[in-house]
């Protein structure tokens, strides 16, 4: 079954130091790939996408991500995170088509000391 | 800037009760969809529409489970016969058609089902 996997579940750092979240997905054909925040209270906001070319995109608050299609991974990168990055994230699959239904990691809960 | 937005926000329900929830797209999507998320889990898909056609359904829940979108704008989700394993989050999401399979999702803020 396809499936998205996010090894971590609660990240803790103090401001300044540099994130990255894992995303490894399973399937083996052409994918669209996303990253989308939840701020406490909030609703789902995107923070970034790819869908071809240059693998590493960028998105907004700073935030890239690397497409490694060898490894089937769409890691979530910050060089300095600060406290209002504190969110939930959540990385997410869509299977080229099928669609434009997401497949959502279980998310990775960030939380930033100031 | 109007977003997508869901209606209630909340709902209390008892065990048996019929539920509806209502799901309004940003203005002149096409698609509109359907997740279910439960604490500490990702969204999980359930359907989608394009335009008033209901394109897949597989991944509703049960028989108990069913939507519409009647004139291809706002959406309904109907729970009937609740029960306690219903108690989760509703998203839903819309986005543009896209001809080359590259679609963006914009989510409401959701609708919170206890069923007591």
């Known amino acids: 079954a396809q499936s998205v996997s996010q090894h971590n579940h609660h990240v803790i750092l103090s401001e300044a130091a540099s994130l990255e979240l894992g995303c490894n997905y399973s399937?083996?054909?052409?994918?669209?790939l996303f990253w989308y925040v939840q701020y406490p209270g909030q609703h789902l906001q995107l923070l970034l996408k790819?869908?071809?070319?240059?693998?590493l995109v960028k998105g907004i608050k700073g935030f890239e991500a690397e497409f490694i299609k060898s490894k089937f991974s769409f890691n979530l990168r910050k060089p300095s995170v600060q406290w209002s990055d504190t969110a939930e994230y959540f990385c997410a699959v869509n299977p080229y088509n099928q669609g434009g239904k997401l497949i959502f990691g279980q998310g990775t809960e960030l939380s930033v000391k100031p | 800037d109007t977003g997508v937005s869901q209606d209630p926000r909340h709902k209390i329900t008892k065990r048996g009760q019929n539920v509806t929830f209502r799901c309004d797209p940003i203005s002149e999507h096409n698609r509109l969809y359907w997740y279910r998320q439960t604490l500490g889990q990702g969204p999980e898909f359930l359907t989608y529409?394009?335009?008033?056609?209901?394109?897949?359904k597989s991944r509703l829940l049960s028989d108990r489970f069913s939507a519409e979108r009647p004139k291809g704008s706002f959406s309904t989700l109907e729970i009937q016969r609740t029960e306690q394993g219903d108690s989760a989050m509703y998203l839903c999401?819309?986005?543009?058609?896209?001809?080359?399979?590259?679609?963006?999702?914009?989510f409401g803020p959701g609708t919170r089902l206890l069923v007591l």
């Open positions: 529409f394009q335009n008033e056609a209901q394109l897949e």
């Open positions: 999401a819309s986005s543009p058609l896209s001809s080359a399979g590259q679609e963006t999702q914009y």
């Open positions: 790819y869908f071809s070319g240059d693998p």
């Open positions: 399937y083996g054909g052409t994918v669209n």
